[in-house]
């Protein structure tokens, strides 16, 4: 990203000593996390039951920002007919404001740049809003956890910068986010907030701009680069505080809250219960690098996104460098993705003056209707390689969408099968290309041929494996892993670690950074391995670890059937798990505990009527990232299948 310097470099976390941190635990309430909730845990407030669709200030512009700039970007969606399209959000990035003042905390915007928060005594977006409105569209704001943003921490420039003394360009939320809340939503009309994180990662005693008394220290309780040391009952206090703050000043509950950790604080256990958008990465770049680094730091988290609460692999940079209109090869596969994860889609260039070509790929409606499917299931991967994957979307009409994705190093013929879309290998398959529009038709297994950085995606219709039942794993936007078992967060080692833009090559490399080693995955074990128990696999099923709780929405199915198991994966060959079945809180069934190498338990219930079933695997063994079960074949059946 253009406005960071330098190789970022946190102090120290003061550490908590381990007698004190005996004493907070032997304090908390104690509480069965394994415990029946009996509903739905995931967040569901404010409006995002699909992905958030619109256009974003930041990729386009930096700090480099004014009412002009935005509202032509504005006017371009409405007369292209991205508007009618579903792209509504135009939100105002970093860069916006001069300071805070003084006497009552009030927000001052930047005059030059927008001229009409002046017209009349206090500074207000409220007619910037009002236009954005007018237009048929939403408006979002940017805001920080801390005092201060990540454009203060990182950018080398001040000229865009807040100004007046320390404590007036403190224009972050921290301490402030009741007014600032209020300001924003009920005195300013906006319907959007991207709450970033650098206050609360960036501002330590050490840092260069906090030594030179440019800015106050605020002690960092996020820590990017390594997992392990950040503070996160703080960072979830400002996130709960904030919510507090959107429930007041929002009655009719139109708001979106946007978190932007970065994947940081294990967020990835926690964001889906807190906002409806959730950053899996740092910032994207335009290179084709950096695009693999945030794709996969979302791939891997399909059951960790829901309507309500999606992951965030970052805004689109459709537009500049490798997503250019030199690069339509790129440019696609880069929309491609994004709508295959339920990714917001974000537009993040000039749209004055970007060509039709890209606006045709951005407008494609085939794929925006595959990000905007209400079953909202992300994608799984059927085919994972470092070179080539495959990603299957159930979709609610019953088609089914794959992504062949070739990450680019030449080009490769993919041999698609039935089995990877859990379709019958008898019947006939038929395939739409959504970027084409050819149709073409098939039994059991296709040929198909992606160009190196090609992404092919397609529509699918076939007769499913399970003719009147789903697979849990193919409806991952209704299965939340609400205890993951993850008691120790790991950085993901198969994300990949693409040199970052903002600090070239100093230091010694990229590190694997994103926690999210060992959760909860469809069709996998927790650490990418085939679901195995004692010699049989499971094509289809839900591997986690543990000392785990999944809640699993369910509407008209009768039956809920598993194959349920210690994975022959497990390094753990000692303990017992025991696997139980909830149906709205009431035990349904349980299997005897279950040991390594001992063949899988078939469990079933019958939950016709029964609003969430809860899967519980429960151990006595401390380790629970040694201990991965499996859920082979996990399925909601209906009629004859059912019975
Ligand atoms: C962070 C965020 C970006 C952008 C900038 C603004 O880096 O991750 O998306 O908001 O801050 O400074």
Not at 157 to 181: F, N
Not at 430 to 443: N, Q
């Amino acid at each position: 990203m253009q406005q960071k310097q330098g190789p970022r470099r946190l102090p120290r976390l003061a550490l908590v000593p381990l007698c004190l941190m005996a004493a907070l635990a032997q304090a908390a309430p104690a509480t069965d996390p394994l415990a029946p909730v009996a509903r739905w845990s995931a967040y569901t407030a404010g409006r995002a039951a699909t992905p958030p669709m619109g256009w974003s200030s930041w990729n386009a512009f930096g700090t480099d920002i004014d009412e002009v700039k935005i509202l032509g970007s504005a006017q371009r969606i409405v007369d292209s007919g991205l508007a009618a399209k579903g792209y509504r959000y135009i939100n105002i990035d970093d860069g916006w404001a001069t300071r805070r003042e003084l006497k009552d905390g009030h927000m001052v915007i930047r005059a030059d740049r927008f001229p009409s928060s002046a017209a009349g005594g206090r500074s207000t977006f409220r007619p910037f809003t009002d236009k954005v409105h007018a237009m048929g569209l939403k408006a979002g704001i940017y805001s920080d956890l801390g005092r201060n943003t990540c454009s203060q921490a990182y950018s080398g420039d001040s000229s865009d910068l807040p100004k007046g003394s320390v404590r007036e360009r403190e224009i972050g939320l921290y301490g402030h986010i009741d007014e600032d809340i209020k300001l924003f939503f009920a005195d300013w009309g906006f319907d959007f907030i991207k709450v970033d994180g650098c206050g609360l990662r960036a501002y330590g005693a050490n840092s260069p701009k906090v030594k030179s008394g440019e800015y106050r220290a605020l002690t960092p309780v996020l820590d990017l680069e390594s997992v392990s040391r950040s503070d996160i009952p703080a960072v979830q206090a400002e996130f709960a505080r904030i919510n507090a703050a959107l429930q007041r000043n929002n009655p009719d509950g139109d708001y979106l809250l946007s978190l932007c950790v970065w994947g940081a604080a294990n967020v990835r256990a926690w964001g889906k219960n807190v906002g409806n958008l959730s950053r899996t990465s740092d910032d994207i770049t335009p290179s084709w690098a950096r695009l693999l680094s945030n794709f996969d730091s979302a791939a891997k988290r399909e059951l960790y996104g829901h309507p309500g609460g999606w992951n965030d692999p970052d805004m689109l940079y459709i537009g500049k460098g490798d997503f250019d209109a030199a690069h339509m090869v790129e440019a696609k596969s880069h929309f491609s993705l994004w709508a295959m994860l339920n990714a917001p889609l974000m537009l993040g260039a000039d749209l004055r003056s970007t060509p039709e070509a890209l606006m045709d790929i951005v407008g494609n409606a085939d794929i925006i209707a595959l990000n905007q499917d209400p079953a909202g299931n992300q994608a799984t991967l059927a085919y994972d390689a470092d070179d080539l994957q495959i990603l299957v979307k159930q979709l609610a009409s019953g088609q089914k969408a794959v992504a062949i994705f070739n990450r680019g190093l030449g080009a490769i013929d993919v041999d698609l099968n039935a089995a990877h879309l859990k379709l019958r290998s008898d019947a006939p398959i038929s395939l739409t290309d959504l970027w084409s529009k050819a149709d073409t038709t098939f039994t059991n297994e296709t040929r198909i041929r992606v160009a190196a950085r090609e992404t092919r995606v397609f529509r699918v219709q076939g007769t499913r494996l399970l003719a009147q039942g789903v697979y849990l794993s193919e409806q991952p936007g209704s299965v939340n892993p609400a205890v993951d078992g993850v008691t120790s967060p790991q950085a993901d080692p198969t994300v990949f670690r693409s040199s970052a833009a903002w600090s070239g090559t100093k230091g010694a490399g990229e590190r694997p950074m994103y926690a999210g080693w060992g959760g909860a995955r469809a069709d996998s074990t927790p650490y990418g391995q085939i679901l195995q128990v004692a010699g049989n696999r499971y094509p289809a099923g839900i591997g986690i670890l543990a000392n785990s709780r999944l809640e699993v929405r369910n509407k008209d199915y009768r039956r809920i059937t598993a194959q349920v198991g210690v994975d022959d994966s497990a390094r753990d060959r000692m303990h017992g798990v025991s696997f139980m079945i909830y149906g709205d809180g009431k035990l349904l069934a349980k299997s005897k505990p279950m040991h390594w190498g001992q063949p899988a338990q078939a469990l079933s219930a019958d939950v016709a009527g029964v609003k969430v079933v809860e899967l519980v695997a429960r151990s006595t063994a401390l380790h629970n990232e040694l201990l991965p079960v499996t859920w082979g074949g996990a399925a909601l059946l209906s009629g004859s299948q059912a019975d």
